[in-house]
């Protein structure tokens, strides 16, 4: 039997990602490069069985210069987004931040020190993420964005 919770929460975060990337696009990036109080970016991975590009949108709660942390809670779900399944199979990604030109940049999952060093920061930023932890028995992964080559 298919886990219908599972198959709504991503029916919901397609529709949410779909319709956020069509504002940003019809608005030219005038509407829609902040969610929360934090600024977006679009991230795109591709992937890992078909091979194809996919691009979500995100929120960064953390900006340090031209790196940005995000965040693979996908709501405190008990299984991890599948942008994160794909970037962890190929670490090569693009990223758009505030609707601007797309970057070539490495993504690499923060080693658990480091994520307990930045979990505070992140929950400063929104703390509707330490609600998303408690939801779920998973450790939600933390990710570094930066400049390919680095």
């Known amino acids: 039997m298919p886990d219908t919770r599972r198959i709504a929460t991503d029916l919901r975060l397609k529709t949410v990602t779909g319709l956020h990337?069509?504002?940003?696009?019809?608005?030219?990036?005038?509407?829609?490069t902040?969610?929360?109080?934090?600024?977006?970016?679009?991230?795109?991975?591709?992937g890992r069985r078909s091979g194809r590009p996919h691009?979500?949108?995100?929120?960064?709660?953390?900006?340090?210069?031209?790196?940005?942390l995000v965040v693979a809670s996908r709501g405190g779900d008990a299984v991890s987004p599948a942008w994160y399944h794909n970037l962890c199979a190929e670490p090569?990604?693009?990223?758009s931040f505030r609707h601007g030109a797309a970057r070539p940049m490495t993504a690499r999952v923060l080693t658990p020190a480091e994520r307990e060093a930045r979990w505070p920061l992140v929950v400063r930023a929104?703390?509707?993420?330490?609600?998303?932890?408690?939801?779920?028995?998973?450790?939600?992964?933390?990710?570094?964005?930066?400049p390919r080559g680095e």
């Not at 990337?21 to 829609?32: A, K």
């Not at 969610?35 to 795109?44: A, D, H, S, V, Y």
């Not at 929104?126 to 930066?146: F, H, M, N, V, W």
């Open 21 to 32: 990337r069509t504002l940003l696009d019809v608005t030219g990036g005038r509407l829609g």
């Open 92 to 95: 090569r990604v693009e990223v």
């Open 55 to 68: 691009t979500v949108v995100l929120t960064v709660p953390i900006v340090d210069g031209d790196r940005y």
């Open 126 to 146: 929104y703390p509707g993420y330490a609600d998303y932890q408690k939801r779920t028995a998973r450790r939600i992964p933390l990710i570094e964005l930066s």
């Open 34 to 46: 902040r969610f929360k109080n934090m600024p977006t970016l679009t991230l795109t991975t591709v």
